[in-house]
């Protein structure tokens, strides 16, 4: 019990069981609520050995899904980072009529169900829409092929990048970039001598979040993708497919990769913050 | 430089550059991306009478699926919010070993795909599964029911109350509590007049954002849920099913009806973290 101390003595820390209680009920709710789907995914997986693992992973249809998954995310994750920086230049660099406004615009996709998210474009973009005679007759496909996920995908990572770096820059202030423009910088010099090395830790946790739902995301894309195996299934809609199938280890295996994926972007995420707080940021 | 001021009157002079072109195209990439996409939704509901519309939101099935929708996603938030203020204020005020890895876990939830968390969940809490087959003898089912939908939403819930508070409850001065117990004050009375106070805006805001986020989950429930109408049927699940159906109308006058609920949710939102400044600057 010596190891379970008050940061700074607290009046109302409590005698030593009342915080064992608290920490303990902790403990316990984050290990069974969170810890063990974890643990299950991995038990799950390897329920029939490693070599039914592997060849879950090798199987024809999953490394379609992989591949698709990775084209998505190459496209929509690039196209966020650029946007995030450059809506946040705007927000955070210039005092504007109805900047508050705009940023609760650019948070709406979080609000909305990702079913809906999926829902819009084929709206837009589907069989009787809105562009879907033009489309059909000039035989361009948006909606259950690859450009579908694309656009569904970037609408639900949208804000992930703008929403880390619009509260970093804010802090930061202006005063460092109005010294370099008098000083002579060009607009380019400015961002990657400046103000690019000031968000850099701040972009990559974003632009890490924004991929991990990018691979990750399930309702938007369902919705969009019309489940076509081989072609128009990423990793997550896969894992639906073969759990529903009752192929459980495939599933789980295939599974198994956005698991490691989560974990590994949390871990990056933990040793980012440590660098978030060193003494050069932290006033 | 009299254009500049002529053209920009509705901001502030700076010298940085790139005013005009950044906000052209952030204006122009969140139209194409979400403003024109989300007023299709509004204009295709356009096209349906009301008398239809309101036939569709308020059918049997979608009435009970609301019911459903909002239960457990109200009581997940409740759930949430009791833990939540439990866990954060461990992570905030102790130091115990393995604290940065419960940190660090806390934000899985976010992380982790959410058709990922559906299979994990439903894999423990069915009747053979790790923590389900604890229940089946006592009689209690809890995947494939109600029960099962507000375990997943706990789930997806949880970061957000935990990392509203946490922010509030590290920044906020001690003195007043080592005032109140010098002023003779016992540990819960200090807890319920001096720190819940300062805390309410934050927990209010994580409970919003937590039940808002429920309210349109769709991966991680619908394997955990069963699905069976009128017992454990979402309301998300039905605009799928609708559109399998190619009943367009149908899952478009539902969405409206979501799509709305979230930008109520939106506006408290905010209204409440416009408060939770107030209260923080004050």
């Known amino acids: 019990m010596n190891n379970i101390s008050t940061k700074r003595k607290s009046p109302i820390a409590g005698p030593p069981w009342f915080r064992f209680v608290l920490i303990g009920t902790s403990v316990v709710f984050i290990t069974a609520l969170i810890g063990l789907p974890v643990a299950a995914v991995f038990a ?20 379609a899904a992989i591949r698709l998954t990775l084209i998505v995310a190459a496209v929509a994750v ?33 609000s909305v169900s ?20 033009w489309l059909h007759d000039n035989d361009v496909q948006i909606v259950f092929a690859v450009p579908g996920l694309i656009i569904a995908t970037i609408f639900v990572t949208f804000p992930f990048v703008a929403r880390e770096l619009i509260p970093l820059m804010q802090e930061q202030g202006t005063e ?31 632009v890490l979040l924004c991929n991990a739902r990018a691979m990750g995301e399930f309702g ?45 972007t949390l871990l990056l995420k933990t040793l980012l913050e440590s660098r978030f707080s060193s003494p050069t940021n932290r006033h | ?71 457990a996603s109200l009581a997940a938030a409740f759930i949430n919010v009791f833990f939540g203020l439990i866990v954060t204020w461990v992570l905030v005020r102790y130091k115990f070993p ?22 994990a969940l439903t894999a423990l809490y069915a009747p053979q599964g790790w923590i389900g087959r604890y229940f089946e003898p006592l009689g209690v089912k809890i995947a494939f029911t109600p029960l099962g939908i507000t375990i997943a939403l706990v789930f997806i819930g949880l970061p957000f109350v935990v990392r509203t508070v946490q922010p509030v409850l ?19 009375q200090t807890f319920y007049y001096v720190i819940l106070p300062e805390l309410t805006p934050a927990l209010m805001t994580g409970f919003a954002m937590a039940l808002a986020r429920a309210l349109g989950e769709y991966g991680s429930v619908i394997f955990i849920a069963g699905n069976m109408p009128g017992v454990s049927e979402i309301i998300p699940l039905i605009i799928i099913t609708k559109l399998e159906q190619y009943d367009y109308t149908g899952a478009t006058s539902i969405a409206v009806v979501m799509l709305l609920a979230s930008f109520l949710m939106l506006f408290a939102i905010n209204l409440l973290q416009a408060w939770s400044r107030r209260r923080r600057d004050e």
């Open chain 2, 98 to 119: 393995g604290k940065r890895i419960m940190d660090a876990m806390v934000d899985l939830p976010f992380a982790l795909p959410t058709a990922v968390a559906g299979i």
């Open chain 1, 114 to 133: 990702p079913v809906i998210s999926g829902l819009i474009y084929v709206l837009l973009f589907g069989a009787n829409s809105i562009f879907g005679e």
């Open chain 1, 78 to 110: 690039p196209l966020n980072l650029v946007f995030g920086v450059i809506a946040s230049w705007a927000i955070t660099k210039f005092e504007f009529y109805g900047k508050q406004l705009l940023i609760t615009l650019i948070d709406l996709p979080f």
């Open chain 1, 44 to 63: 799950e997986a390897f329920r029939k050995g490693f070599s039914a693992y592997a060849d879950s992973l090798q199987a024809e249809y999953a490394v």
């Open chain 2, 170 to 188: 590290e920044d906020m001065n001690r003195e007043y509590e080592e005032a109140a117990v010098s002023l003779g004050a016992t540990r819960w």
């Open chain 1, 220 to 264: 938007a894309v369902s919705v969009v993708s019309g489940h076509i195996k081989g072609e128009t299934n990423t990793i997550p809609l896969h894992v639906e497919i073969l759990y529903n199938e009752y192929n459980f280890v495939a599933a789980f295996a295939v599974a198994s990769i956005l698991t490691l994926l989560a974990l590994i």
């Open chain 1, 176 to 206: 460092e970039e109005e010294a370099a423009i008098l000083l002579g910088a060009s607009g380019w010099q400015l961002f990657f001598r400046v103000t690019l090395p000031n968000i850099k830790w701040g972009l990559l946790y974003g």
């Open chain 2, 1 to 71: 430089m009299g254009i500049v001021a002529g053209m920009k009157n509705f901001r502030e002079p700076s010298v940085i550059p790139g005013f005009g072109i950044t906000l052209g195209i952030t204006l122009t990439y969140l139209g194409l991306i979400v403003l024109i996409p989300l007023s299709g939704l509004f204009i295709t509901t356009a096209g349906v009478s009301f008398a239809e519309f309101w036939k569709t939101v308020t059918s049997a099935r979608v009435l009970s699926a609301y019911r459903i929708s909002f239960g």
